[in-house]
Structure formats: C-alpha cells, structure tokens
C-alpha cells in the first residue's frame, strides 16, 4: 500500500481574513482614541487642582504660622515657614518674598509662587513658552493660567484674604 502525504504549504492570510483583523482593529481604535483622550484632558485637571491645593496649604500654612509667631501686624518675613523670607501682609497673607508687602505684581506673584510651594513646585513666570503657568496680577489678585494644555484654566490667589479659585476649562 502506497501512501501518499500531501503537505499543504499555508502562504499567509487570506484576502477575507485581513479584511475582518482591520474591521475589528478599527472597531477597537473607535472605543479607545475618545477614552485615551479623555485621560489625558483628565491629567491636565488633577494637575491643576492638585498644584491648587498645595498652594491652598502653603498660604493656609504660612499664615498659621504668623498667628503662632504671635504676629498681628505685616511682616517682612514670617519666621519659621520655608526659608523664612515669606512676607505676609497685616492679614497674614503672603505678598512676596522680598519683604515687600503690598498688593502684588506679577513678579511677586511669581515670588509667592515659589515660597509657598518650594521644592518641585510646577514652573511659574512672567513670560515664557517652556512653562506650566504663567503668572499675572491684578489689585490684590495673583493669576496662575495654566499653560500645558492651551485651555487657558487659571489658579486665582486673592491676598487680600486668603481665598484660592480654581477655574477649569
């Protein structure tokens, strides 16, 4: 008895099969892309309101510790709190930190900034593209607008009293 042994050598997909992977691929790229995009706009959100906490804590910090020095009037420097060179006005509210204060300017805002959050605080300046916000000022108002994601979202700190908004768009 001969037998015979026929190997049918496979030469790749075929036309059909092809065709239902990029069905399936493109089926999955339309669920996927708007989620990918929304964890990304997601991101950018937690970022600025989780910078806007931290700046929340450093002024609600430096002025508990110019109530705990005993302080009831501005100073040019809160001692105690960070490199001690925070001055607050006669509300215990940070104005600077080059002992001016007075209602802010930009580059105070900027000095606030830095004083309150330190360390591997996002970048903040007066002017620039390489930055996370951008800071300016109005009356007794600092305004940080959120540079990364072009929806210009801001971080208002009030010195007058204290208060920080946080507006997302």
């Known amino acids: 008895m001969k037998q015979y042994c026929h190997k049918r050598k496979q030469r790749g997909f075929t036309l059909i099969e092809l065709?239902?992977?990029?069905?399936?691929?493109?089926?999955?790229?339309?669920?996927?892309?708007?989620?990918?995009?929304?964890?990304s706009e997601q991101a950018h959100?937690?970022?600025?309101?989780?910078?806007a906490g931290a700046l929340s804590a450093g002024v609600a910090l430096v002025k508990a510790q110019w109530?705990?020095?005993g302080q009831?009037?501005?100073?040019?420097a809160v001692d105690g709190f960070g490199n001690d060179d925070v001055a607050v006005n006669d509300k215990g509210w940070a104005t600077s930190t080059n002992g001016n204060t007075?209602?802010?300017?930009?580059?105070?805002?900027?000095?606030?900034?830095?004083?309150?959050?330190?360390a591997?605080?996002?970048s903040v300046a007066t002017a620039?593209?390489?930055i996370d916000y951008l800071a300016s000022a109005s009356g007794s108002e600092c305004t940080y607008t959120y540079q990364l994601d072009g929806e210009n979202s801001t971080i208002t700190y009030d010195t007058a009293d204290g208060s920080i908004v946080t507006v997302i768009n």
């Open 19 to 39: 065709v239902v992977v990029i069905a399936i691929l493109a089926i999955l790229a339309a669920f996927a892309l708007p989620r990918f995009a929304q964890l």
């Open 45 to 51: 959100e937690s970022s600025i309101k989780g910078t």
């Open 67 to 69: 109530v705990t020095n």
């Open 102 to 118: 007075g209602a802010p300017n930009a580059n105070r805002c900027v000095q606030v900034w830095q004083g309150l959050l330190q």
């Open 128 to 130: 620039g593209t390489d």
């Open 72 to 76: 009831t009037a501005a100073v040019a």
């Open 120 to 122: 591997n605080a996002p």
